[in-house]
C-alpha cells in the first residue's frame, strides 16, 4: 500500500500524521492501526495539471471516513503547492473548500 509502516506510528508522541492519499489505488485500510492520530488527509494532487472538481475531493474524503472519525480527519492538499501556477494552486484550494463543505453538509445535515 505505499503505507505498511502507519501502525507504527502510534507509538510515536505526535499526534497528527499527514498522508498524500490522492494518488490512485493506495489502500485505506491502513489508516485503521493509527490509534487516536489526527489525519491530515492529502485530497489534492499536485501532479495533476488540472483541478479536482469538489465532488472528486469529497469522494476522497468519504473515502477516508471509512476509517477515520471525521473530528480526525482533516482534508489538504497532497503537499506544498510551490511548483504549481498560482491560478491551478487557487482553483485546487477552491475546490478543497467546496469539497470538504459538501462532505460536512452531508455529515450534519444542514
Same mark, same amino acid.
Do not use: W
Given at each position: 500500500? &505505499?503505507?505498511?509502516? @502507519? ?25 485503521? +492501526?493509527? +490509534? ?5 488527509? +492529502?485530497?489534492?494532487?499536485? +501532479? ?16 477516508? @471516513? ?32 467546496? &469539497? ?11
Amino acid at each position: 500500500s &505505499g503505507y505498511s509502516f @502507519l501502525p507504527e506510528l502510534t507509538a510515536t508522541v505526535a499526534q497528527q500524521i499527514s498522508i498524500e492519499a490522492a494518488q490512485p489505488n493506495l489502500d485505506l485500510a491502513t489508516l485503521d +492501526g493509527l +490509534g487516536d492520530k489526527t489525519v491530515i488527509f +492529502g485530497v489534492i494532487s499536485m +501532479g495533476d495539471p488540472e483541478p479536482e472538481s469538489p465532488e472528486t475531493i469529497a469522494s476522497r474524503i468519504r473515502r477516508a @471516513l471509512e476509517h477515520i472519525p471525521p473530528e480526525r480527519l482533516i482534508p489538504a492538499p497532497d503537499c506544498g503547492m510551490k511548483y504549481i501556477p498560482r491560478d491551478l494552486a487557487f482553483a485546487k484550494l477552491k475546490a478543497l473548500a467546496e &469539497g470538504t463543505a459538501m462532505v460536512r453538509r452531508e455529515l450534519t445535515g444542514a
